[in-house]
């Protein structure tokens, strides 16, 4: 489309009126004004139109089809050709729509007559439908029957399926001939489970179904538990517990039982009587019959019954074997397959609360408790052949070593029993009563030496040395037996291993054989004592037999943690004793006693030696330190000193302990010579309380004198004693010259 002005190009302006040719020339006129300013508006109009306006656009587009130019021709024409066509157009739309009436008309025509069909099929439904009304809802009604029908069906044969069990099933269940097997069990789990499914049925509206169906499944349980019972009893007749294959069908029915613990404990009681029998023929067969195997070597047990340790000891360890492999055996049949045991116990007592003792005790079924006690019922017959061959050949032998090796080895598989089959099994108890049995016998025996002792005067007269008597020393010689013993069983090697080397008395199981075995023969050995006719005897007759009992217990710990301080406490009374009957033999020897007891009103309060006293002077007037008795002392004492110290270890030559005389003779050697010290402060100080001097060479005169009266013999005693008389006033150190040193080193 040629682009050019739709304004009136510049020679147009010719056209115009002269009064509109020069605007400036003239003024406008209104009408010329109002045309200026519709011009001045279609400017602005146009200036302001955007030609991203869409209808310019489309304006634009149809110029350009028409190919017209930018004339005034065109210009001219532009318009009535559009409107011609317009025209145009519209005539032909109205011819268009003139036909589209036509056709309207003639739809119109046809949906008449299709209304007047539908119109009649209307009425033709009508009469139809009021036919057919009581039909369709009998259909429904039969349609809605056949559906609930359906679903009945279906919860009939699942009920069926899940609650009813088959007469073919039942009889698997109940029926003797039928075996125990595999099939019995699931038929067994599948009626236990229609058992427990019945209690929802319970709670429906309608309870008889579920009363009849748990009432039928209760009857059909206790039939197959009555079979499982029967079987379960043929089965534990001929039962091998020795073969380790053992069938493991008898385990699950033994699990199963478990849920009817009477049916369950009635066949352990079944089971405990068949074993207790086949043990008790076993038994018997080991003690009197040859072992099978025809193996010659074996001897029965009885054939030691002449030594009651082995006899015993051989029954015991019989037993002993026998209990373990029973226990083992009766681990695999029972316990082989964990907790299902305890489970089947713990459901049956849950069912059966009739069972139970306590209904607000907590069910706990202890698997390993429960084997023990029927590995105790099992050997029940064993336990009390046992118990009267034991007593018999205790009550038929007098020796008390033997009894008390018994009573070890008795304490020792009553132990071993107690960690096997628990401490308070038949057998444990069994041993711990055969035990007290044995030692209540021991110490019978010990009390019948004892009585034919006491009545036997000679045995317990003390011997004439005043050596531990032979009674005594027989005691002693069984009870080291015994003491090794026990020091070698279980206890003594416990008792060894203590914190304090040394059990208690509560915990030491050999106090009772203390007090049985030395205590009655030690007491009688002290008892004898009051034969002797002075102290000196007694006491060392009583201190060798407390050495002796002491030496014999000494080397076991368990002996002395009872006896050896109240041995000790005796042993030191009875040594002071002998210290002071030794003080006093070495007093009067060697006369210092008469001394002493003239200076008693001069002993010091305090242990000190007085000094200067106006009343020491009067110890010269005293009798007993007159110069002829104080010469006569001094004489005395020297014959005493040298062998005082053979005479005093003489005097008690008849102690067996070297050690014990010498210690108490050397303790009694430095009383006496703190004795003599007293004597010759006091003479010393009496001296110089009269004023009387030595003269000369004083002290060393004395000891010259006593070293030359030594020598001399007794030449110088007589010329002392010639002196004191020709002399008025003589001095007492002079005719007692001993000093303290001299005692000392003489009788060192």
Request: include cysteine; aromatic fraction near 6%; charged fraction near 25%.
């Amino acid at each position: 489309m040629a682009t050019g002005s739709y304004f009136p190009p510049s020679g147009a302006a010719s056209s115009l009126s002269p009064r509109t040719a020069s605007p400036v020339s003239s003024p406008l006129s209104p009408p010329l004004q109002q045309r200026s300013n519709a011009l001045s508006n279609r400017l602005t109009s146009v200036l302001s139109v955007s030609y991203a306006d869409s209808d310019i656009r489309d304006a634009l587009e149809t110029l350009s089809l028409r190919g017209v130019h930018n004339t005034a021709e065109v210009r001219r024409q532009l318009r009535l050709d559009i409107q011609k066509e317009v025209v145009d157009c519209n005539a032909e739309i109205v011819r268009d729509f003139g036909n589209v009436a036509e056709q309207l008309k003639r739809i119109g025509t046809v949906i008449s007559n299709l209304k007047e069909t539908c119109d009649e099929m209307r009425k033709h439904i009508v009469l139809a439908k009021q036919d057919t009304n009581p039909v369709l809802e009998e259909a429904s009604a039969l349609l809605s029957q056949k559906q609930e029908a359906e679903t009945k069906q279906h919860l009939l044969d699942a009920f069926t399926k899940h609650f009813i069990v088959s007469e073919e099933e039942l009889l698997v269940l109940t029926s003797v001939e039928e075996p125990i097997n595999d099939e019995f069990f699931d038929v067994l789990a599948r009626v236990k489970q229609v058992h427990r499914d019945c209690e929802a049925l319970l709670g429906a509206e309608n309870e008889r179904l579920g009363l009849e169906l748990m009432e039928k499944s209760s009857r059909s349980l206790n039939s197959a538990y009555q079979k499982l019972y029967r079987w379960i009893q043929k089965e534990f007749k001929g039962l091998n517990l020795e073969d380790p294959r053992i069938s493991s069908t008898i385990r699950r029915a033994l699990r199963m039982l478990a849920e009817r613990p009477s049916l369950f404990h009635s066949c352990l009681d079944f089971f405990a009587e068949a074993r207790d029998y086949v043990l008790s023929d076993a038994f018997h067969y080991a003690l009197t019959d040859a072992v099978s195997g025809g193996d010659n070597a074996v001897k029965p047990i009885e054939f030691s019954a002449h030594d009651p340790l082995r006899y015993i000891g051989d029954m015991l360890a019989w037993v002993h074997s026998t209990t373990v492999s029973e226990r083992e055996a009766l681990e695999a049949l029972f316990v082989a397959e964990g907790d299902e045991l305890a489970k089947g116990i713990q459901a049956g007592l849950s069912s059966e609360p009739w069972s139970r003792i306590d209904e607000d005790e907590a069910i706990n079924f202890d698997g390993q408790k429960a084997l023990s006690d029927l590995v105790s019922r099992d050997l029940i017959g064993v336990a009390r052949s046992l118990r009267q061959r034991v007593e018999l050949v205790i009550q038929g032998h007098d020796d008390p070593v033997t009894c008390y090796k018994v009573v070890n080895l008795l304490s020792f598989y009553q132990t071993t029993f107690a960690k096997l089959v628990g401490a308070n099994s038949n057998l444990a108890e069994l041993l711990q009563a055969l035990e007290k049995f044995t030692l209540n016998h021991f110490q019978t025996i010990m009390r019948d030496q004892i009585s034919n002792i006491s009545t036997d005067h000679s045995t317990l007269a003390p011997p004439g040395d005043l050596s531990a008597p032979q009674f005594l020393l027989d005691s002693l010689e069984v009870l080291t037996s015994l003491m090794k013993t026990h020091e070698a069983s279980l206890d003594g090697m416990q008792s060894s291993t203590s914190k304090d080397g040394a059990a208690s008395e509560n915990e030491n199981k050999f106090t009772p054989v203390l007090h049985a075995a030395l205590d009655p023969f030690f007491n009688l050995a002290k008892a004898s004592a009051d034969e002797l006719p002075n102290l000196t005897a007694r006491a060392i007759y009583l201190v060798n037999i407390h050495i002796t009992t002491r030496s014999a217990i000494t080397p076991y710990p368990f002996a002395t943690a009872t006896h050896i301080n109240p041995i000790n406490t005796t042993l030191s009374t009875l040594r002071t004793t002998l210290l002071d009957i030794q003080h006093k033999y070495l007093l009067q020897t060697s006369g210092l006693q008469t001394l002493l007891t003239a200076l008693e009103p001069f002993s010091p309060a305090a242990g000190t030696i007085p000094e200067k006293n106006k009343d020491i002077s009067t110890i010269s007037t005293l009798p007993a330190f007159q110069p002829a008795s104080i010469v006569t002392k001094s004489q005395q004492l020297d014959d005493f000193l040298p062998s005082a110290l053979m005479d005093a270890t003489e005097n008690l030559k008849r102690l067996q302990s070297a050690a014990f005389v010498k210690g108490v003779t050397e303790e009694a050697v430095e009383a006496f010579v703190r004795d003599f010290e007293f004597v010759e402060a006091m003479v010393v100080a009496a001296d110089e309380g009269r004023g009387v001097g030595l003269g000369g060479d004083g002290q060393v005169d004395g000891v010259d004198r006593g070293e030359k009266e030594e020598k001399e013999g007794g030449d110088g005693g007589k010329e002392e004693e010639a002196e004191a008389e020709a002399e008025e006033e003589t001095s007492l150190r002079r005719l007692f010259p001993r000093t303290t040193g001299e005692i000392r080193v003489l009788l060192s």
